[in-house]
């Protein structure tokens, strides 16, 4: 397999993620989203849980291809490069939390539910801003599982992963810290570093809202591990010369971790919210008999006019995310008058043509896919310049 033609199917199954995330980040009302399109309360798997483990997935994959074009060499330049990316990309985390919260703010100034101190407290002082998330957490596992993967024998990494799910494991068990609670290790690692004001809020199942961060700290170990295991998907990718025993590598690699996680799952459950150790075999596996489909499909058999929807997300992921990520605030909180009361743009859109055109939850639907397709529409104009934005 050419690796041109392996970058294509990454690219199709990066940009599938990146709509995925979109998609479910933005329907119409949360109050009507089809059960496949929302997280799982607690425990188990739905199909949007698998969305953010691919891209980290795919991430490992990309590191192990990039990286084998210098020889795995760890230079003074490679770690200033690296650290830059990741800063950045925290930093990007952070300023759209703080872009999201100031106009929040700003808005309940306006509604007389805030005041100018208060404002200028929340907005300059940070003290409520949360300070971790999904950008910032691609930023610390890409950054850890890129040291390690340079700087020990390659032969080791599975042991190493092995190892980091094992001792999450025990410390999850031995601190009984398998539910949502302020108790958990999760929660009181995060707060006392963090503080609960800087911290997402949760809903337990009686329904009290706590500060419990499902980026949090601790779950940012087992994120390392599932970036390693991308990483070493990619080594499975690049041994063999033939294209038919490549795909057979990751496909035999995808079903071993998938049989292992569901295995596991009866002793540590799979759970997204704390990224359990068999969470991340389970989504490490899933992603691979995935990433083996669309290898097939594109590189063996040629079907790949249908791809291009997906390669317009997949070659620009970041800046799409980011994109979507922008417009969602935006559409969230630019404020309209509408017959005696105040809705958000978004709210307007939703009530006044899809939902009664299309009813409750298709018309939900039909608001996130509408949404997708703005952003869509940015990164084909991207794909078809060729204009590629990188950190």
């Not at 397999?1 to 993620?17: F, N, P």
């Not at 094992?166 to 570093?193: C, E, F, H, K, N």
Request: charged residues 10%.
């Amino acid at each position: 397999m050419q690796a041109t033609q392996r970058l294509l199917a990454l690219d199709v199954m990066r940009g599938i993620t990146i709509a995925g995330m979109i998609l479910v980040n933005n329907p119409g009302s949360w109050s009507y989203v089809y059960t496949p399109l929302g997280h799982a309360a607690w425990d188990g798997l739905t199909p949007t849980d698998l969305v953010f483990p691919f891209f980290m997935f795919i991430m490992g994959i990309s590191m192990y291809l990039s990286y084998r074009k210098f020889d795995f060499r760890f230079t003074s330049a490679t770690f200033v490069k690296l650290l830059r990316r990741s800063v950045l990309l925290f930093l990007i985390g952070l300023a759209l939390g703080w872009l999201a919260l100031s106009w929040r703010q700003w808005n309940a100034l306006e509604s007389g539910g805030q005041t100018w101190a208060g404002l200028w407290s929340s907005v300059s002082t940070l003290t409520d801003l949360r300070i971790l998330g999904v950008l910032q957490r691609l930023a610390l596992v890409s950054f850890f599982a890129t040291l390690i993967a340079l700087s020990v024998p390659q032969k080791t990494i599975p042991w190493l992963i092995g190892v980091i799910l094992l001792a999450y494991w025990l410390l999850i068990g031995l601190t009984d810290s398998y539910q949502m609670s302020p108790d958990s290790i999760v929660a009181v690692v995060d707060r006392t570093i963090l503080g609960e004001s800087h911290m997402y809020r949760d809903t337990m199942a009686d329904g009290t809202r706590i500060a419990f961060d499902p980026e949090g700290i601790l779950s940012t170990l087992p994120g390392i591990a599932h970036v390693l295991l991308g990483f070493w998907a990619g080594r499975l990718l690049s041994e063999k010369n033939d294209t038919r025993e490549q795909l057979q590598s990751l496909m035999l690699f995808g079903t071993l971790l998938l049989f292992t996680g569901l295995l596991l799952q009866y002793g540590f459950p799979i759970n997204k919210k704390i990224w359990s150790s068999s969470f991340v075999l389970t989504t490490c596996g899933m992603g691979s008999l995935l990433l083996g489909v669309l290898v097939y499909a594109i590189d063996i058999r040629g079907a790949r006019r249908w791809s291009v929807f997906f390669e317009s997300f997949g070659i620009n992921p970041m800046a799409i995310y980011v994109l979507g990520a922008l417009l969602s605030i935006v559409a969230g909180n630019i404020l309209l008058p509408v017959t005696g009361s105040i809705v958000s743009l978004k709210s307007y859109l939703y009530t006044h043509f899809y939902q009664p055109l299309l009813g409750d939850y298709p018309g939900s639907l039909a608001f996130a896919l509408s949404f997708v397709m703005v952003c869509w529409l940015v990164g084909h104009y991207l794909y078809k310049k060729k204009i590629y934005i990188k950190l």
